[in-house]
């Protein structure tokens, strides 16, 4: 397998023009390459953890027939630096593997730098008339709202990787049914590296000029779900949100519930502003922010604390330069999230991104704490 993934990544991409070679009537190839260089520090003028990666995407699809296809997608990354070299568990965390099947693999662990690949996509899917079915390693998103998705039960993510704009995949089986041009029905059954089981089935339909959906199902075979969501606009303005609730079902805990709403508008001039507020009473005491950043997030986690605010505001400056600052606030932590980004384009399909996050509060109920880093990225699609 590791041959495979070599002799796939290194003869495959062959730079901008590789998809078109690639691509016949039953084959589709794309993908990107990208350089990233971060920090993170605490003050500006003290010592600075310094890492670049070097990644790479490579996304396959073969279409046998009409109603059917396959699909491959590799995530390739060269990471070198000061977290290769002083994080404890550094390369365990960067092979770990959420799915059922490990399909995760360090080609080279050495003291200060790491190769990993990871297939994060691996599926078939096959439909007829109304009725699609996909069967191995894909995303599920059951989320309405922008960041915060209380209804995104089997692939929760979080908001600050930026870098990952694929998301994580599911080991699942799931089909769908459509019942109507703004309806369905859809089921899923997923299994977790430890072998648990999460499952549910989701009922979308339209209601009063709003996509309305209800679900129910189990979480990791702890608790019960239920849930739901909308998406629509009042005058124009997006308005979106999401409620569930979960019950243990061995109660090792009381009820938790969490809920999302959010709003969004996009001025004549462009200027787009988007809101959003979490509330969650699930108890974090044992969940800290460090773990939060960095580690893969359960639908239960998407947040730290119990309120959360968020605005966000993009621009287009120019044709080719865009702007944007979010910012959240963390009442109960006395804390607060800033970050600007710019992206501008240098030519097609290659782009140049630099983004600052900055995080400050009672992270752990202790002194004030001050967190910030910064990336600058490279990046060319292909």
Partial sequence: MRKLIIIISVLLFQGPGSGKLLKAQSLAFNGYISNMQSVMFEEIDLSWFIENQLHNRL??????GDNMYFDLELRNRFLYGDFVRSVPGYSEFIESDPGYLNMSWLLANKSSFLLHTTIDRLYFDFSINNLQLRLGRQRINWSQSMVWNPNDIFNA?????FDYAERPGSDA???????????SIDLVSKIDSSGKISAGGKFLFGLGGYDVQLLAGILTEEDLVLGSGWSGNIKGAGFRGEFSWFHSLDDTHDEEFMFSVSGDYTFRNSLYLGLEFLYSNIKYDDFSFGEYYFTTLSVKNIAFTDYNIMTQIRYPVTALLNASFAAIYYPSEKGFFMGPSLEYSLK???SLFFILQHFQGDFNSGPVQKTSFAFLRLKMNF
């Fill in 59 to 64: 996304n396959f699809k073969f279409y046998p």
């Fill in 348 to 350: 097609e399909n290659l």
């Fill in 157 to 161: 993510y979080s908001y600050f990787d």
């Fill in 173 to 183: 089986v799931r089909i769908q049914y459509y019942t109507g041009s703004s309806s």
